[in-house]
């Protein structure tokens, strides 16, 4: 299993990329530790800002990439 995956958001709504983010949350493996998220910066702000103000029990800490179209989640280690 994989130490961490990648969701590429690109071409999606908001709306469609939260229920991607939940998806993803919900369903992730129990070994992987970081979520990078790519949001892209070039055609708005609407997906990077759905992605550093997302929420969910699992995510750690938030890290905002030296590349500016995408954010890692650090993930929660399990119990």
């Not at 990648?6 to 979520?35: I, Q, W, Y």
């Not at 892209?40 to 699992?58: E, F, I, M, P, S």
Request: hydrophobic letters at 35%.
């Amino acid at each position: 299993m994989p130490y961490s995956i990648t969701v590429d958001l690109h071409g999606h709504t908001r709306e469609s990329a939260r229920d991607l983010l939940n998806f993803t949350m919900k369903n992730l493996p129990k070994d992987v530790r970081e979520v990078e998220v790519i949001h892209g910066y070039r055609q708005g702000t609407a997906l990077r800002d759905l992605v550093r103000n997302y929420q969910n029990a699992r995510i750690e800490r938030k890290i905002l990439s030296m590349n500016q179209g995408s954010t890692l989640f650090l993930i929660r280690r399990s119990s």
